[in-house]
């Protein structure tokens, strides 16, 4: 369905050399550092594949829109819609505007947005997840022309800058705040937990090694919404609907549960609207939690017990990334352009609220 394209990364491994030697020779960017016998090899590699390097608009540089590009996976969920308004302030500041591309997870969306990135020609390029694996080629070719920044699951090794987050240390923080308080039996709500989107599965698997480490890990139910979920284009209340109709599920299956777990904050909400419409009290009968601190998780009569990573603040410093590297690129001090790779990680917190606290058992011997 998706035909190769012959990049950058081929070429390196033909020749046996970094992308960024690659990127070097073929732009006749190299000095006395690089041997004939590497020219040689790198030039002769790329013959053979047909390589062609990406052509730069140097004549219009001057004239380019003050343009950035963002792809962006979903925005019905708050979180999403928080990173984009930490990039827009910073955006703003600089004199940027934004063109927004809402893949909705559609490989054939994402692909199409991405071969739209010549014609547009911003000056940086943002996603606020991990790009598909397929498009991975595609992203490290388009990233030795235009700047990119992603925001991404720091086990992810990639060869582009990215504000990262540990997805399975906010699984790790999530449970050990249920631990200490005494809970031995917790159900957990996930979107589709594919290979697609690796860092879902990150954040269960941290919660459940905590639980695992304490002797209980036979005792955590995770409930998955159905792989379709993602094949669909997400409604406005998708994610919601997933934390309510599993909350369901769970219910009817597990009653010794004291504990509910929603992978984020709109899971979260629809896991209480459940427990509320089952005659469930919160924190008494189930504590709850969920993740991203989103604004509705800070309304009094929600006060959602949630993970803080400081997504705004993520938004901010991959717009940042981006600038350095627009400045770097236009205050060129020599006539090799350094490679750097930016990695920037905020250390997430829990924020208690009011929606847990002891199992019932605890509370019934104090």
Do not use: W
């Not at 020749?15 to 030039?43: C, H, P, W």
């Not at 705040?177 to 957990?188: F, N, P, S």
Request: charged content about 30%; proline content about 4%; glycine content about 6%.
């Amino acid at each position: 369905m998706y035909k190769k394209k012959v990049t950058s990364s081929d070429v390196a491994r033909k020749a046996g050399v970094s992308q960024a030697t690659v990127s070097m020779v073929l732009n006749k960017k190299y000095n006395v550092s690089f041997s004939k016998d590497v020219i040689r090899k790198v030039e002769e590699a790329a013959a053979e594949l047909g390589y062609e390097l990406p052509k730069r608009k140097h004549h219009t540089e001057n004239k380019r829109e003050k343009l950035l590009v963002v792809f962006c996976p979903n925005l019905t969920n708050p979180y999403y819609v928080m990173l984009l308004q930490g990039i827009e302030s910073r955006a703003t500041e600089q004199g940027f505007g934004l063109f927004v591309c809402n893949t909705q997870r559609n490989l054939e969306l994402e692909e199409r947005y991405l071969k739209m990135m010549p014609s547009l020609n911003p000056q940086g390029v943002i996603y606020t997840c991990n790009p598909s694996r397929c498009f991975m080629p595609s992203v490290e070719e388009l990233s030795a022309q235009i700047p990119f920044a992603i925001i991404n699951n720091q086990n992810e090794k990639l060869d582009v800058d990215a504000v990262e987050l540990d997805n399975s240390k906010l699984g790790r923080i999530m449970a050990k705040h249920l631990l200490e308080l005494g809970h031995q039996h917790v159900g957990y709500i996930a979107p589709p937990l594919t290979v697609r989107q690796k860092q879902r599965s990150k954040r269960v698997e941290g919660f459940l090694k905590e639980f695992k480490d304490a002797d209980l890990g036979n005792n955590v139910i995770i409930k998955a919404a159905n792989e379709k979920m993602d094949k669909d284009v997400p409604g406005i209340d998708s994610e919601y609907r997933i934390g309510y109709d599993l909350t369901k599920e769970l219910l009817a299956e597990h009653e010794e549960l004291t504990a509910i777990v929603g992978l984020n904050d709109m899971i979260a909400f629809g896991i209480l609207d459940a427990l509320y419409d089952e005659k469930y009290k919160v924190p008494g009968d189930m504590s709850v939690m969920g993740c991203d601190n989103t604004l509705f998780a800070r309304m009094q009569k929600i006060s959602l017990t949630t993970i803080e990573h400081f997504v705004i603040y993520k938004g901010r410093d991959a717009c940042d990334i981006i600038m350095k590297k627009i400045k770097t690129r236009d205050r060129q001090y020599s006539e090799m352009e350094p490679i750097s790779i930016y990695h920037v990680e905020y250390e997430p917190r829990i924020v208690i609220r009011g929606t847990t606290s002891y199992p019932r058992a605890r509370k019934r011997k104090t």
